[in-house]
């Protein structure tokens, strides 16, 4: 589908393969021109463009990379409400009292499970993916990527697996108080953006008077079973 995408953008445009060749390599100052036989290839489906190319093509034909991609047939990268023919934003789409944000370092716990990953300065388009712990990587649908990349900018899943991730019961006062090492607290809250800020791991602070986060977010002892519950896991660091 996309090799047949990039066919018809580049026949609307009126260009031949060598014409297009020539405009990718002059725009991308490539010191080895591109040549017609990697346009040909492109649009048969026997390779693809690489992100640096797919954004190029994106520039020249003026449209956005998700449509080249086929994720969207707006050509300005936006998903139609099948209701009234208005256009919303992909991550808008999707109905946001079902995603929490989670910290990356919390991601080996959705090992096998799609999570929807927005990316920095638009260098790939937001998409969703499966998490596989083992490589310490996302499975997108341009290939495998790994967590480190500095690409990656928020990452979202679904809230029911944030609340299920286990069958363990939630704790109780005492056992957090006494507890050795960080649990895992999720807000009772219908409020997507308060889960997403608060939902993680949380630890003792220095005083023992309170959990605190890795950004600095507190929760009160008193809290636990009126503004959130609390789960002891093992914590599987990347």
Same mark, same amino acid.
């Given at each position: 589908?996309?090799?047949?995408?990039?066919?018809?953008?580049?026949?609307?445009?009126?260009?031949?393969? %060598?014409?297009?060749?020539?405009? !990718?390599?002059?725009?991308? @100052?490539? /010191? /080895?021109?591109? %040549?017609?036989? %990697?346009?040909?290839?492109? &649009? =048969?489906?026997?390779?693809?463009?690489?992100?640096?190319?797919?954004?190029?093509?994106?520039?020249?034909?003026?449209?956005?990379?998700?449509?080249?991609? +086929?994720?969207?047939?707006?050509?300005?990268?936006? !998903?139609?409400?099948?209701? @009234?023919?208005?256009? /919303?934003?992909i991550l808008d789409s999707i109905d946001n009292s079902q995603l929490v944000e989670i910290n990356i370092c919390d991601i080996s716990m959705f090992h096998g499970r799609p999570v929807y990953v927005t990316f920095k300065n638009y260098t790939h388009p937001s998409q969703w993916a499966l998490v596989n712990k083992e490589r310490s990587s996302l499975?997108?649908? &341009?290939?495998?990527?790994?967590?480190?990349?500095?690409?990656?900018?928020?990452?979202?899943? @679904?809230?029911?697996?944030?609340?299920?991730? =286990?069958?363990?019961?939630?704790?109780?006062? $005492?056992?957090?108080?006494?507890?050795?090492?960080?649990?895992? +607290?999720?807000?009772?809250?219908?409020?997507?953006?308060? /889960?997403?800020?608060?939902?993680?791991?949380?630890?003792?602070?220095? %005083?023992?008077? +309170?959990?605190?986060? &890795?950004?600095?977010? =507190?929760?009160?002892? &008193?809290?636990?079973?009126?503004?959130?519950? $609390?789960?002891?896991?093992?914590?599987?660091?990347?």
């Open positions: 589908r996309i090799g047949k995408r990039i066919y018809s953008l580049r026949n609307k445009a009126g260009l031949k393969q %060598t014409e297009l060749a020539q405009q !990718l390599s002059e725009m991308q @100052n490539r /010191k /080895k021109p591109m %040549t017609a036989m %990697t346009i040909s290839n492109w &649009e =048969t489906g026997r390779s693809s463009p690489n992100n640096a190319n797919l954004k190029t093509l994106a520039d020249i034909f003026h449209v956005d990379p998700n449509y080249i991609l +086929c994720i969207t047939d707006n050509t300005n990268g936006f !998903l139609q409400n099948s209701q @009234n023919d208005n256009p /919303k934003n499975i997108l649908t &341009e290939g495998i990527m790994p967590l480190s990349n500095k690409s990656i900018d928020k990452i979202y899943v @679904n809230n029911i697996y944030s609340s299920s991730i =286990t069958n363990e019961i939630p704790m109780d006062m $005492a056992k957090l108080i006494n507890s050795k090492h960080p649990v895992w +607290c999720e807000m009772i809250s219908s409020d997507a953006y308060i /889960k997403g800020l608060y939902n993680g791991w949380f630890h003792h602070n220095e %005083t023992h008077t +309170c959990l605190i986060n &890795e950004r600095g977010l =507190t929760l009160p002892y &008193e809290g636990i079973d009126i503004s959130y519950i $609390a789960f002891q896991k093992n914590r599987v660091k990347l």
